[in-house]
C-alpha cells in the first residue's frame, strides 16, 4: 500500500499523537479511525482521503470486533500508516495515532 498524503497542510497545522477511547457497540472502528485522525490533524474529517485508499474498512471493522472476541480475553490490534499517521487499533477500543 502506498502512503497516503497528510490532509492539505498549512504552515501552522499542528499535528499531535493522540489516544481515544470507544465502545465499539457505539461506533465501527473504521469511524472511529478517521474521527481520531481527524481530531490528531485538527482538521474536518471530510478533508482526509477515504480510509478504504489505504486499508479495506469492512475488514478493519470484522478483525477488531469479531463475534467471538467480544466474550474473551483475546485482545487484537492492527497498524497502519493513513493520511501522515501511524494508527494502531485495539480490540479493547484504544485508537492511538501519531504522526508518521
Known amino acids: 500500500m502506498s502512503e ?3 490532509p492539505s497542510s498549512d504552515a501552522g497545522m499542528l499535528r499531535e499523537a493522540i489516544q481515544t477511547q470507544y465502545e ?3 461506533i465501527e472502528p473504521s469511524t472511529a479511525v ?3 485522525v481527524a481530531q490528531a490533524a485538527h482538521c474536518d474529517q471530510q478533508e482526509l482521503s477515504p480510509l478504504y ?3 479495506d474498512p469492512d475488514a478493519l471493522d470484522a ?3 469479531p463475534p ?3 466474550n474473551t480475553d483475546t485482545t487484537v490490534s492492527i497498524s ?3 493520511t501522515g499517521y ?3 487499533v485495539h480490540s479493547t477500543g484504544a485508537v492511538h495515532v501519531a504522526p508518521s
Open 24 to 26: 465499539w457497540s457505539a
Open 4 to 6: 497516503e498524503e497528510p
Open 34 to 36: 478517521v474521527k481520531t
Open 53 to 55: 485508499k489505504c486499508i
Open 63 to 65: 478483525m477488531i470486533v
Open 86 to 88: 501511524s494508527v494502531t
Open 80 to 82: 497502519f500508516t493513513y
Open 68 to 70: 467471538l472476541a467480544r
